[in-house]
């Protein structure tokens, strides 16, 4: 059982987060994805998400291609969770590229392209703007 983990804060889900996910899924047998908390996203990325931990945690439970999700409080968990979930591959966009190389000496360390196209701040934009034509389709 090759068991994958990921990390985000999958704030107004949409597909660059499902492409993100299906393709993290397929690099083993079970996915875990650790979902910032709303106190982690305000103190630590001073991101203010539009959509609560709860509801974000429900919609990630709801896929397929998820298997667990734990919250993910700091910066500092991950060797954690990896030695603890037993994690084989750990799995994130190519726009953390880098960032995650320490967790070579415990698991694998994948970075996935992302989606172009979407992002969470980008439906933030086009809805504050009032936008009448539509996002681009995702690539
Ligand atoms: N993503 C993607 N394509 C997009 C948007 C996001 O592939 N168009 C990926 C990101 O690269 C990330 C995951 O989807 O791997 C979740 O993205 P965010 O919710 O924006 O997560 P982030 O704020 O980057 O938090 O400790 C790591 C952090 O918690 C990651």
């Known amino acids: 059982m090759r068991t994958v983990l990921t990390y985000g ?27 910032s908390t709303d106190e982690f996203n305000l103190k630590m990325k001073n991101k203010v998400t539009a959509i609560p931990y709860p509801d974000r945690k429900k919609i990630l439970e709801a896929l ?10 700091n910066w500092e968990q991950k060797i954690e969770d990896v030695l603890k979930h037993q994690v084989d591959t750990f799995v994130m966009g190519h726009d953390w590229e880098g960032k995650f190389d320490f967790l070579n000496e415990y698991c694998e360390v994948v970075y996935l392209p992302r989606t172009e196209n979407i992002s969470s701040s980008e439906i933030k934009t086009h809805i504050s703007k009032g936008r009448t034509t539509q996002i681009k389709a995702a690539v």
């Open 9 to 35: 804060t999958f704030d107004l889900f949409h597909v660059g987060h499902l492409n993100l996910l299906n393709r993290a899924r397929a690099h083993g047998d079970q996915l875990i994805v650790a979902l």
């Open 64 to 73: 397929r291609c998820v298997d667990l999700v734990i919250p993910e409080n």
